[in-house]
């Protein structure tokens, strides 16, 4: 199934949003370590797979949007990284 840009932006955002869960976990335990007790381990183990599996619907679904509207892979993943993560400010309303 092929996703609107601003589908393909969404997801993005995200799975940006769950790797900072991740880089929180991480700053919070530390590295990941035999150290940790199990809820620690399962949190980060559960908030690791499901930025990857976010991560890989993104890259999958960039793939189909890309093919589906005949351009490069590369440009689109670009357009979209950059939407997602330097958004522009709404417009002031006065």
């Known amino acids: 199934m092929a996703h609107t840009f601003d589908e393909l932006v969404e997801?993005?955002?995200a799975a940006d949003q769950a790797h900072r869960r991740v880089l929180e976990l991480r700053d919070t335990y530390?590295?990941?370590t035999t150290a940790w007790s199990p809820e620690?381990?399962?949190a980060y183990d559960t908030a690791w797979k499901?930025?990857?599996?976010m991560a890989a619907?993104?890259?999958?679904a960039v793939t189909a949007h890309a093919e589906a509207e005949g351009t490069d892979r590369y440009s689109v993943e670009a357009?979209?990284?950059?939407?997602?993560?330097?958004p522009e400010?709404?417009?002031a309303t006065a």
């Open 57 to 60: 619907d993104v890259q999958a």
């Open 30 to 32: 530390g590295r990941p």
């Open 50 to 53: 499901d930025w990857r599996a």
């Open 89 to 91: 400010p709404e417009p």
């Open 79 to 86: 357009a979209v990284r950059k939407k997602a993560r330097h």
């Open 40 to 42: 620690q381990t399962h």
């Open 11 to 13: 997801m993005q955002t």
